[in-house]
């Protein structure tokens, strides 16, 4: 009998730490944050709508005058991308994005998978729906999605202060009412201006480069003394001469 009652509290003892441990796996696994959830560890190789989220949110990492392609194809800028991402928060830069590098995405993102320090109305002071400009709607949402985290790179890099976007996406009636140019980039919503602040039009139109804008457009670009400008252009097109750039 007391060696049947040791057993059975020798098993209860297994099934609690049991029990315990899967606590602590689950805890320490990925989770979303109502936006998105990552179920496999990705590198090199990988492929898919996966990748492709991850390639989203590493737009801001493609090194000094790069542009990281967002193709759902992870190969080796996507790689350099990431170690950049994971170096900056302080994460083991391996360049395999598992558990600990989504969480971190998890941090950084809100339920509607905007970073946590910009917003689509702030990208979006033209229209609730995102139509009337040179693309689809949705296209124009996306666009402004895919350069919402590049800045969220550029305010990490910045120190973490605030940047403040003046200008986001624009309908043709829109543009028209602010006297944008007529290809302006503006209308298919990957474009932002930005104000001064914790920095000024110099620093944001420098640091930029690292961040993957193709268009910069500064002080000492005609019709930009007031604020920097910002898109993902055709090519590159850099001019802030007040800024040696």
């Known amino acids: 009998m007391y060696r049947r009652t040791v057993r059975l509290l020798v098993a ?31 590198s090199q190789g990988s492929s898919g709508a996966d990748v492709t989220q991850l390639q989203i949110r590493l737009g801001g990492y493609p090194g000094y005058g790069a542009v990281l392609a967002v193709d759902g194809d992870f190969g080796p800028a996507t790689e350099a991308a990431l170690k950049r991402f994971q170096s900056a928060y302080g994460l083991t830069a391996d360049g395999v994005a598992g558990p600990n590098t989504f969480n971190k995405l998890y941090a950084l993102q809100d339920d509607d998978c905007t970073p946590i320090h910009f917003s689509y109305s702030e990208l979006n002071d033209c229209n609730s729906t995102w139509s009337g400009g040179a693309v689809s709607a949705s296209t124009a949402k996306a666009n402004a999605l895919r350069t919402m985290w590049k800045l969220e790179a ?6 973490d202060r605030p940047i403040t976007v003046t200008s986001g996406f624009r309908s043709y009636a829109c543009n028209s009412a602010v006297g ?50 910002l898109d993902h252009r055709d090519s590159r097109f850099w001019s802030a001469s007040s800024c040696g750039i």
């Not at 609690?16 to 989770?31: D, E």
């Open 154 to 159: 550029m305010r990490h890099a910045l120190g």
């Open 12 to 42: 209860l003892v297994m099934v609690m730490a049991g029990a315990w441990a899967g606590t602590l796996a689950t805890a320490g696994t990925a989770h979303a944050d109502g936006c998105y959830t990552w179920n496999r560890t990705l």
């Open 180 to 229: 944008g140019a007529s290809n302006s980039r503006h209308l298919y919503g990957d474009a932002a201006d930005l104000g001064a602040g914790p920095h000024s039009l110099c620093t944001l139109a420098k640091q930029a480069r690292n961040h993957g804008f193709r268009g910069i457009l500064g002080p000492g670009y005609p019709g930009h003394g007031d604020h920097t400008h």
